[in-house]
């Protein structure tokens, strides 16, 4: 088959070009390099540097494609809370133009990247795709409109598209920022050197970490699985795990004696998140196979930045 990833040098997309062209598929990668690190592409996938908005440079690279994974977009929570309109642009913005893009040149499906972080705080757990999406950030309502955009354009038009709501994805390669980073990345750089660790809240509070091979399972299911058109599909590990307890592991992992602090202030963020996978079981034969213990000794092991100075 023939791929288009956008945001294709970024965390999730790159892992997931590498899987597709060790495959033997034909991939073709558009990223604006703003925080994607080409390096980590294989030299087999065709990258391009450039806008999502972009319409003429999509037209280009859409040319025969038969199935689009749609990844570029703005992540950070925080950051989205002091930018909005920038997030707006890019994750909102940019899906609109691709949408318009695949529906001039005649693409056959499309695969939406989204967030759990959609669902905001819900009273019922596990996070089943029909609760009402209750967004708490920027971020989390730029990705509800890119979905509802996908969906919309895509019935419209004829387009086959699947969304996928991928829960907290972690693993080797994912992107740490001095500012806002990820926290499991940051945990385990931290705990490494025998820093510290910054709990938000009473750590107290859940989310759902999926390892990074399981999310590329799940994405590259959606390419060809039948009967998902029109579907949103939770991705997750089905685990809720609480921030004390991912600081447990951290430490157990790493054998470092960071410092662990608690900040009072709460971010604001979810109390609780766990994904119901029934669906994604159901539609793409999905099935996490990479507990969090053994998710975290890989990081460590296998993505040398969070072992430097």
């Known amino acids: 088959m023939r791929f288009l990833i956008t945001g294709a040098a970024g965390f999730l997309g790159s892992a997931l070009a590498n899987r597709l062209a060790a495959e033997g598929h ?61 997030y707006n642009t890019v994750n909102v913005g940019g899906t609109v133009t691709l949408m318009e893009a695949t529906r001039d ?71 740490l920022p001095p500012v806002h980073a990820p926290v499991i990345p940051y945990f385990l750089r931290q705990a490494f050197h025998n820093g510290t660790l910054v709990v938000h809240g009473d750590g107290t509070q859940t989310r759902d ?13 959606a390419a060809t699985a039948s009967g998902v058109d029109q579907k949103t599909i939770n991705v997750g590990s089905g685990v809720e795990t609480s921030t004390r307890d991912l600081v447990r592991q951290v430490v157990e992992v790493t054998g470092g004696s960071p410092e662990v602090v608690y900040n009072p202030r709460n971010e604001g963020g979810p109390r609780r998140m766990r994904a119901d996978l029934t669906l994604a079981r159901k539609l793409l034969s999905y099935q996490p196979l990479t507990p969090l213990s053994v998710g975290l000794r890989n990081t460590l092991e296998q993505d040398p930045k969070i072992r430097q100075n």
């Open 209 to 221: 970490y999926v390892y990074i091979d399981d999310v590329v399972n799940a994405m590259a299911s």
């Open 105 to 175: 040149v005649g693409v056959r499906r499309v695969v939406l990247v989204s967030s759990g972080a959609v669902y905001g705080d819900q009273k019922e757990q596990p996070l089943t795709e029909n609760a009402t999406p209750n967004p708490r950030s920027p971020y989390a309502v730029s990705k509800l409109a890119a979905e509802y955009y996908v969906r919309t354009i895509g019935m419209l038009w004829g387009i086959e598209t699947v969304i996928l709501r991928v829960f907290n994805a972690y693993g080797p390669g994912q992107h």
């Open 26 to 86: 034909a991939v073709r990668g558009l990223d604006d390099l703003s925080t994607g690190n080409p390096q980590s592409l294989s030299p087999d996938i065709f990258l391009t540097r450039g806008d999502v908005n972009d319409r003429p440079k999509l037209w280009t690279l859409l040319q025969d494609v038969d199935c689009v994974f749609h990844l570029a977009a703005r992540v950070s929570v925080p950051e989205s809370v002091l930018y909005p309109r920038e």
